[in-house]
């Protein structure tokens, strides 16, 4: 079985969950346009672009918009979002993420972010975490959406550690798609019946330790 040399994991929903804010700046857009947006359609929206976001959006809404307008419209929305997350506190880290991660660099298992999210920074400085990943990849650094691997291979060519000895960390259907189509091993956070191609599902990284991820293969460097 393959060694555990390095932990990679998505952002939203599983170190942080920014989906409120995310549902707030689309509802407000939603409602400058004249119609509503719900926290059902904003569960639709889970993975999913921000382009992608607005058309459907859009649609749901009956409205027709030339490109240059939808791009105002998607540079407004994240404007309002960035508003947002830039008053992030230290408290917003979900329950037990910090503590896993910090578990795994002390046992010299290196740590990635691979997200696709061009605001990972940002977050990750406002919530006081920055300095316990690594290596950062997100989308600034990476243009193929998952369930495409490139963000993961990203990550785990930037630490220097072969994809067969990385696990990933995901809550989306396309990010454990991502981990297998990129030859990793995943943890998903969530449902079993939803994340049913993950080799471990879990409600939350409060729920797993060092010795629970060994079961998916033997820890490099665990120290003491």
Not at 108 to 121: C, E, Q, V
Not at 157 to 170: A, M, R, S, T, Y
Request: charged content about 25%; overall charge negative; proline content about 4%.
């Amino acid at each position: 079985m393959n060694t555990i040399e390095a932990c990679i994991f998505d952002l939203d929903g599983v170190i942080v969950d920014t989906a409120v804010y995310h549902y707030q700046a689309w509802k407000r857009l939603a409602n400058e346009l004249g119609f509503d947006f719900t926290e059902e359609d904003n569960e639709k929206l889970k993975g999913v672009s921000r382009v992608a976001s607005l058309n459907l959006i859009l649609g749901w809404g009956g409205l027709s918009k030339t490109e240059t307008e939808k791009e105002e419209l998607a540079t407004r929305k994240n404007n309002w979002y960035v508003d947002m997350i830039t008053k992030m506190t230290p408290a917003e880290v979900l329950p037990g993420a910090r503590e896993f991660v910090e578990s795994c660099k002390q046992a010299g298992i290196k740590t990635a972010l691979g997200s696709a999210s061009k605001n990972s920074a940002t977050i990750l400085d406002k919530v006081g975490i920055s300095h316990l990943f690594d290596v950062v990849i997100d989308g600034n650094k990476v243009s193929k959406p998952k369930p495409d691997p490139e963000v993961f291979l990203k990550g785990a060519e930037d630490l220097g550690v072969k994809p067969q000895n990385c696990v990933v960390f995901e809550d989306a259907i396309a990010g454990i798609e991502a981990a297998v189509n990129g030859g990793m091993r995943s943890v998903g956070i969530g449902s079993p019946s939803t994340l049913a191609k993950a080799d471990l599902v879990i409600s939350g990284l409060d729920q797993i330790n060092l010795e629970k991820l060994s079961v998916l293969g033997p820890i490099s460097h665990v120290a003491g």
